[in-house]
């Protein structure tokens, strides 16, 4: 069973204002701190609200780091990439004097990429100061696909915190995603989930069975980083 802390919301306006308040005041507990903070956040459809809110919100961005989860291997200006969502969405407002580091990156190969990527996060405060992440209706967490041939040392606990190349199933880009040690460097993670369906597959991840069928698995059965799940309708 998970140890995560589950709070249900009526709707994902009344969700996504409670999270980037929540963020927010992490940030500036990061910037009281240490003087920097940071923030590792996930791409698609799920967190749009969440960041429309977040970049409202009042702190020094100057001196917040914004990082990726994972990227597929395109460039930044594609429809699919990650970056173009943060960078349009997030990046604006308040939030435009961030500091944002992208994955996706000149090494002519993923793998490549992946090592270049992860020397680039060595400019990220860590432990990371908050940690979006989001569920894939098979699954899947960041980029961590059950049926890439990374997956087994990507979700190594044990492993050195790192940026990895993997594979989707389906519109197989090839990406970039943070090890599942690497997500859990972090004072706090919050998985962001709407609708009844992900409902339904977040409680079958809670429940026994390997990770690899259920990357998702990783972050859920960890006793070491705080977790939140964050649900509405």
């Known amino acids: ?18 999270l980037a308040m929540q963020i927010a005041a992490d940030l500036r507990h990061g910037l009281a701190t240490r003087g920097l903070a940071s923030l590792v956040v996930s791409g698609g459809r799920t967190p749009v609200m969440l960041f429309e809110f977040l970049r409202m919100q009042l702190l020094d961005w100057s001196h917040v780091c914004i990082a990726l989860a994972d990227e597929r291997w395109v460039e930044p200006t594609d429809l699919a990439s ?11 407002n308040q939030a435009a004097k961030a500091r944002f580091l992208g994955l996706k990156n000149a090494a002519p ?3 490549m990429g992946a090592v270049s990527a992860w020397e680039t996060f ?9 940690v979006v992440l989001g569920m894939g209706d098979d699954g899947h967490t960041a980029s961590l696909f059950s049926s890439s041939p990374n997956l087994t040392s990507a979700l190594n606990p044990h492993a050195a915190a790192a940026c990895v190349a993997m594979l989707a199933p389906v519109t197989p880009h090839a990406r970039l995603s943070l090890n599942l040690s690497a997500l859990l460097d972090a004072k706090n993670i ?9 409902w339904q597959r977040y409680q079958a991840a809670c429940a026994p069975g390997p990770a690899s069928d259920m990357p998702i698995r990783g972050v859920l ?3 070491c980083t705080p977790l939140q799940v964050l649900w509405a309708p």
């Open 190 to 198: 919050t998985l962001l989930i709407n609708g009844e369906s992900k």
């Open 1 to 18: 069973m998970s140890n995560a802390k589950v709070l249900r919301f009526d709707n994902s306006a009344i969700l996504s204002e409670h």
């Open 221 to 223: 059965h960890q006793e």
């Open 122 to 130: 060595a400019r990220v405060p860590r432990p990371f100061d908050h």
């Open 82 to 92: 990650n970056e173009k969502l943060v960078r349009e969405v997030l990046l604006q």
């Open 109 to 111: 190969t993923p793998d």
